[in-house]
């Protein structure tokens, strides 16, 4: 079987830099192209042209070499882009050399190359272009080809050539660096962003983990309490034969520990990761519907209200058991808020499947709805959090989110938002 061609890497940040490094060199060497044609033609400036127009031949084949390098799938180092920025410095002094040297008032633009070191490359790597470009200036006040134009020529009433060509490089300058500067700025703020999220999920699966873990051992100390209180129930029925009401009772009890016993039943199953990583395709409402049915069985004092808003089309989910419990939370907590008179409402564009839980209870403190997910943050009194966080952090997994609102008709909104996937997936 042949090996799939390996992918380009990603746009790394030095990766990046250089893309923005061959920019401002287009943007710089066809200016001084434009400057020199201009120069000779319009100001009569007489200048060395065979080594003049060499020069900006050579780093146009750098510039183009650099556009190819970038489609290979290697990285950029900090030595490669020293030597870019050597290059560049190289390029300067030659130019410069044949314009005048330390006359030609473009001189200072060797602080443009200087910035960029400064702002993305090491201290030492900085301080080598540092002093590599100040090693150049002195050199070039030494020795050059003098251009008399650049000091004598006029372009009106006390306004020298020289000064004018200060003020070009000053905006071409300025604007090259806060270019640069604001773009390396803008990556850096993305990728500390990025960081933070990366730092944040990490920490909310060890804590997912950790919960997972003391389930599991939980799961089974349950299973010997529930079988002792399944048989002791059994007793009581019999002992209570002819009392309806107490017979009421305690079928109502045996019918919640036979749940518990299968809801454990059901956790030790789902917990194969093969089963987590493979959720199937099921209709948004017919889920849903299954998933409100069970959850009445152990919550039978609710009341409730479905609403069905989406009126084309039969939108898919990927579901599986942590999603249906991750719900099923939810719905306890507004049952927990207050039983009666529950609405839930599904809704769906083309991306997403909406679910709403409506309940008529006392609201929930803003802070908690921001907090959700962030750590075991409870809406309820004596709540220990786990819930909510558990929650969160399943629905994150599926590519959804959970959004907590103050109705403004009283109680607690709960908005679940899940990525709506498309025929064929």
Known sequence: MPQPTPLPLPLSTPNRNLVRLTFVRGITWTGFLAAIIFGIEVLGFQLRVVPVISVIIAMGFINIASWWRLGRPRAVTDVEYLLHLLADIAGLSLLFFYTGGSTNPFITYYLVPVTIAAATLPWLYAWIIASAAMAAYTFLMLFYDPVPQLSHGMIGPGISLHVLGMWLNFGLSAGLVTYFIFKMAHALRRRDISLSRTREAALRNEQVLAVATQAAGTAHELGTPLSTMAVLLKEMRQDVAGQPTLEADIDLLRQQVDTCKS????????????????????????WLEGVIQRWLVLRPDVTHQIEILGKRGTP?????????????????????????GIVISLDWNNDEVIIDIR???????MSI?????????????????????????????????????????????????????IAGE
């Open 263 to 286: 809801r454990l039943q059901n956790l030790v199953a789902n917990a194969d990761r093969r089963r987590l990583a493979e959720p199937s395709s099921r209709p948004a409402q017919a």
């Open 316 to 340: 898919i989910l990927a579901v599986d058991s942590t999603l249906e419990q991750a719900l099923m939370n939810l719905l306890n907590n507004a049952a927990d808020a207050n039983p009666e």
């Open 359 to 365: 309940d008529h209870g006392p609201g929930v403190a």
């Open 369 to 421: 709805a921001d907090q959700l997910g962030e750590t075991f943050i409870s809406t309820k009194s004596k709540g220990m959090g786990i819930g909510l966080f558990l929650t969160h952090a399943t629905i994150n997994r599926f590519g959804g989110g959970v959004s907590l609102y103050n109705h403004e008709e009283g109680g607690t909104l709960t908005e679940v938002k899940l990525p709506r996937l």
